[in-house]
């Protein structure tokens, strides 16, 4: 992937298109807790975590791979970090109860789907395997 290249504008993408963006039902409905730790993994502008917020949950982080989407989220006060599409380490020192990945797999190569998935269960999800 070309780093240089902004996918925002790519795909004609700014925070104004998410102004109004609520949580959707089908996301309200799986949290149990607002105390539950969850990843948007590939959260991008931060639309889902700002939702996640005014929900009222505690306990929300973001990862995404663009510096720009990053500085973003970081200048609203949402607690993201970049992961490296590469090696997927996790970034924060704790695993999570949640991950969501919305509009996230149509980006990831065929051939990689499977193994990204499992690394991702694996380092971000409580009850994977340890990193």
Known sequence: ???????????NVSFENYANFKLPKWIEQEITSKDLFILDYGCGLGQLLNALRDFGCKNIYGVDIDDKAIAFCKKKGLAVEKVNQENLLNPFHFKFDVVIMSHVLEHIPKDQIISTLTC??????????KS
């Open 1 to 11: 992937m070309d780093h240089n290249i902004d996918y925002f504008k790519l795909r």
């Open 120 to 129: 991702i269960k694996d380092r971000f999800l409580k009850g994977g395997v």
